[in-house]
């Protein structure tokens, strides 16, 4: 079994967006103060087109009133079904905005998707671009990387003490994993990713990105263990070999639609959270490609 940075245990706190489903964490250590956030979220109404901070003010608020200092944005991925809010926290309690050094590859398809020939591909739109096995510290905790693809290519988790922050590589236990039909991803990359994940130790928590309550359970879920997932993840559970996984992920993933804010948010997310930048009449516009996905 993979061994933990250390087995030091993170202080987590959970916000949950119900319009997106979404889970952002601020991890931190109480003794210095320090803090993380991750997968923070924008509000956006898709219909008014109109953002709003209701979310990373909460965020904000919440550290604030602890005294604690943000170091670190983290980025499990670039997201798909929800605005980033790592450029609106950052403008709020500052941090370094980090991603997966291989989110230059999603941005070269969405360059050409949303026709942005002046987006650069090569992630200088984030503070750091962590690789697998980086490792970093929150006050006292340590932090390692790991590059978990398979959703996207650029995917990573975040092993932060005793948790694993693990975007959307996996849902709880009773609702599986992710999907794998996005430009770049693989099913069999997305089994292997997992593995790691599992190779942790038992008693690990797991933190996940999303949860949409599978059916029999009335209530939102967002932690769990890795010995939790091992035995019991119903798409991965211990017992179901790579083959397996590979045919059921890849035949779901024929039945799915494209997420509801994908166009608004990719464009977005590639830019580490920024919008557009502003045309002549101070406005800022986001794109919508016909015909093309």
């Known amino acids: 079994m993979t061994p933990m940075t250390a087995m030091t245990r993170a202080d987590v706190q959970s916000f949950f967006d119900s319009a997106t489903n979404t889970v952002t964490y601020v991890v931190g250590d109480p003794s210095t103060g320090r803090a993380a956030v991750v997968d923070p979220v924008l509000d956006f109404d898709p219909a008014a087109c109109r953002t709003s901070n209701r979310s990373?003010?909460?965020?904000?608020?919440?550290?604030?009133?602890?005294?604690?200092?943000?170091?670190?944005?983290?980025?499990?991925?670039?997201?798909?079904?929800?605005?980033?809010?790592?450029?609106v926290l950052k403008?709020?309690?500052?941090?370094?905005?980090?991603?997966?050094?291989?989110?230059?590859?999603?941005q070269s398809v969405f360059r050409r998707i949303f026709n942005l020939p002046d987006l650069a591909v090569d992630g200088r739109q984030f503070g750091r671009l962590f690789s697998d096995g980086d490792r970093f510290r929150i006050g006292k905790i340590e932090a390692r990387v790991l590059h978990t693809p398979g959703h996207t290519p650029a995917c990573v988790s975040y092993v932060l003490g005793d948790a694993?922050?693990?975007?959307?590589?996996?849902?709880?236990?009773?609702?599986?994993?992710?999907?794998?039909?996005?430009?770049?991803?693989?099913?069999?990359?997305?089994?292997?990713?997992?593995?790691?994940?599992?190779?942790?130790?038992?008693?690990?928590?797991?933190f996940v990105c999303h949860d949409y309550k599978a059916p029999g359970r009335d209530d939102f879920a967002f932690e769990t263990t890795v010995a939790a997932q091992r035995e019991s993840n119903v798409h991965v559970r211990e017992g179901v070999s790579r083959e397996e996984f590979v045919a059921m992920r890849e035949a779901r993933d024929r039945e799915l639609g494209i997420p509801r804010l994908m166009l608004p948010s990719i464009q977005v997310n590639v830019q580490a959270g920024r919008m557009p930048e502003p045309e002549n009449d101070g406005v800022s516009y986001l794109k919508l490609p016909v015909n093309v996905l």
Do not use: C, K, N
């Open 56 to 87: 990373t003010d909460a965020v904000a608020a919440w550290i604030r009133e602890r005294h604690w200092a943000l170091d670190w944005i983290l980025e499990t991925h670039v997201h798909a079904d929800h605005l980033s809010g790592a450029a």
């Open 91 to 106: 403008q709020q309690l500052g941090g370094t905005i980090a991603i997966g050094a291989e989110v230059g590859a999603v």
């Open 164 to 206: 694993v922050f693990v975007g959307d590589t996996l849902f709880m236990p009773d609702y599986g994993t992710a999907r794998t039909d996005f430009p770049g991803g693989s099913a069999g990359q997305l089994y292997d990713s997992i593995q790691q994940i599992l190779a942790l130790p038992a008693s690990a928590r797991v």
